[in-house]
């Protein structure tokens, strides 16, 4: 088999299919969750706290130095890293119920008593009589043998 004939195998799969739909939709909500949180849930956050912008918030290790271009500012910018902790905590927080309405429905499904297994029709039941009969006859599921 050839290695393009085995990729094309590899690809039609519809698990490898479900996977990059699972990768693409993640990516747009995570787009999602990070819109909601720079624009909806820290903009209020922000006015609670005097304005204050929590993206901006930082810890300068070394400041800038505007006479020369090479000396950059250095900071930890732990601003950025709240709001990034807020979209974790959003997208698993997501996830969590997606995983506990699909365990929920497994559950649901496997509660579910088995259909009733429908009457005989009367033919069958005419069938298992004769059979019935027929091993009373030859003494088959007795222990002794039949009587010549």
Same mark, same amino acid.
């Given at each position: ?12 799969? +519809?698990?490898? =299919? ?6 693409? $939709?993640? /990516? ?7 819109? %909601? @949180? ?40 732990? +601003?950025?890293? =709240? ?6 905590? $959003?997208? /698993? ?7 506990? %309405? @699909? ?46």
């Amino acid at each position: 088999m050839s290695i393009v004939s085995e990729f094309r195998e590899f690809i039609s799969r +519809g698990n490898v =299919i479900d996977l990059a739909v699972g990768v693409i $939709i993640g /990516a747009s909500f995570n787009a999602i969750v990070k819109s %909601l @949180v720079d624009q909806v849930i820290m903009p209020p956050i922000g006015l609670l706290t005097c304005g204050v912008d929590f993206s901006r918030l930082k810890w300068i290790l070394r400041p800038e130095n505007p006479e020369t271009e090479a000396v950059e500012q250095v900071a930890i910018q732990y +601003g950025a890293f =709240i709001n990034t902790i807020i979209q974790f905590v $959003i997208v /698993a927080w997501a996830v969590f119920l997606l995983v506990k %309405l @699909v365990n929920s429905i497994r559950r649901k499904e496997a509660e579910k008593p088995p259909e009733a297994q429908p009457a005989p029709s009367p033919t069958e039941v005419l069938l298992m009589e004769i059979r019935d009969q027929l091993k009373a006859q030859n003494g088959v599921g007795s222990k002794t043998p039949p009587t010549p």
